[in-house]
């Protein structure tokens, strides 16, 4: 069993650390392809009012546990070197990075099986709330379709 990685990083999840985490798998000459979705910070409008941020919370124990879930079901499903999954919990603002998910393989077309299936369940499955803050500092609260 593969030893369980805390997916929640504070803020948003920067640029430099998503280089540094691609950077970090140059070593590992058997993997052929990575794919990566950046899930980002729309400034919807709604009802009028334009979204400034999202305050992310969980209850974390009960995400945690759910992410792992999904990791292994994709590790058992699809013929993947690595994973890694990064959500942010707390403020993140328009245009900021707040879900980073990176699987590695020897070919391609695995890696866009893998993280389609992954962004999927993880929206679906994951307890993650996003209150949705207007530059009025009102707030609604974020419903995934």
């Known amino acids: 069993m593969k030893k369980r990685k805390t997916v929640f990083v504070e803020g948003p999840i920067s640029p430099s650390f998503i280089a540094n985490s691609i950077e970090k798998h140059q070593t590992k000459t058997t993997i052929g392809a990575h794919d990566i979705f ?9 009802e009028g009012k334009v979204v400034q941020a999202i305050d992310y919370t ?3 124990e009960m995400a945690e ?3 792992h879930e999904i ?17 942010s919990l707390g403020k993140v603002k328009a245009g900021e990075i707040c879900l980073f998910v990176f699987v590695s393989a020897p070919h391609r077309k695995v890696t866009f099986q893998a993280l389609e299936y992954l962004v999927d369940t993880i929206k679906k499955e ?20």
Request: proline letters at 2%.
């Open 71 to 87: 990791r292994e079901a994709t590790f058992d499903k699809f013929d993947l070197t690595c994973m890694h999954i990064y959500h």
């Open 38 to 46: 950046l899930g980002q910070v729309r400034a919807d409008e709604i």
């Open 65 to 67: 546990n759910k992410f």
């Open 126 to 145: 994951v307890p993650i709330f996003g209150k949705e803050i207007f530059e009025d500092e009102t707030h609604t609260w974020k419903v995934n379709s």
């Open 58 to 60: 969980a209850y974390q």
